[in-house]
């Protein structure tokens, strides 16, 4: 069997951009979203609850289901107060699920594995429990629970992590930040970097830096792993790609443009 699906990067919220990306999938016959986190989730204000209404809506209209990895942009403390499926997935609403650190599903066949979270480097300038959390990053035990996890059956297919491992070159970053900064923000991007190095995912997709990127990471025993980094919202060719895995476990990654209308 093949197995088909689309990843989204960070869209923060924004309704608009989701109902294109729904919409598209629609059109393209995927009926799986995978996200890389910052999707928003409960943040507190004037949309609160509204925002999560009007996904759940939009993924019953286009058929689609929606797993996603944590962001540093969601409510940490909301999402643990939320049950879990028997798949170990949490569950937001109808056809919409977080996908825990540490946790690894199965879909038709594929692994999935999560270690989303990420140091927000402009804190100082948010507000302790309304758009930013103190559990924001992964735990070395959660990423002990990925590899025990991952140590269990077949290699690893997808993996979904909100900032990027360490040993991934390329990235832009973002200008005036500090050194102090890029060397908290860093604590993350070190943990992933010592995670995946034992995981070994065969495709790794990561976002929190607003640009598109491809890279790969190699191992000493001649595998590798891809890394694909996502755009955020409002990047039409950025923002999407599709992943499909054969029968033979082969995977490919090919963007896919998102149609505004």
Not at 12 to 27: E, P, S, W
Not at 43 to 71: D, S
Not at 96 to 112: E, H, M, Y
């Amino acid at each position: 069997m093949t197995f088909r699906a689309a990843v989204m990067g960070d869209f923060h919220g924004n309704v608009q951009h989701f109902r294109a990306v729904t919409r598209t999938l629609k059109g393209a016959e995927i009926d799986l979203l995978l996200g890389v986190g910052d999707v928003g989730f409960d943040f507190p204000g004037a949309f609160r609850g509204k925002t999560e209404k009007r996904l759940r809506l939009l993924l019953e209209e286009n058929g689609v289901e929606f797993i996603w990895a944590v962001g540093n942009h969601d409510n940490h403390d909301s999402l643990r107060t939320k049950s879990l499926n028997p798949d170990g997935t949490r569950r937001i609403s109808d056809r919409n699920s977080n996908l825990p650190n540490g946790a690894v599903i199965v879909r038709d066949g594929v692994r999935i594995g999560a270690l989303g979270g990420a140091y927000s480097v402009d804190r100082k300038h948010r507000t302790e429990g309304r758009d930013w959390w103190p559990q924001e990053e992964p735990r070395a035990e959660e990423a002990e629970k990925l590899i025990a996890a991952c140590s269990q059956g077949p290699r690893l297919d997808i993996m979904l992590t909100h900032d990027v491992p360490l040993g991934v070159t390329g990235l832009k970053g973002l200008p005036g930040l500090s050194k102090q900064t890029l060397q908290e923000a860093n604590r993350t991007r070190v943990l992933l970097q010592e995670t995946v190095s034992q995981v070994r995912p065969k495709v790794l997709f990561a976002g929190h830096w607003h640009q598109r990127l491809c890279s790969e990471l190699a191992w000493d025993d001649g595998s590798s792993t891809r890394v694909e980094v996502l755009a955020a919202e409002q990047s039409w060719a950025g923002n999407l790609a599709e992943v499909v895995i054969g029968a033979d476990g082969e995977v490919d990654v090919s963007p896919l443009l998102i149609r505004a209308s």
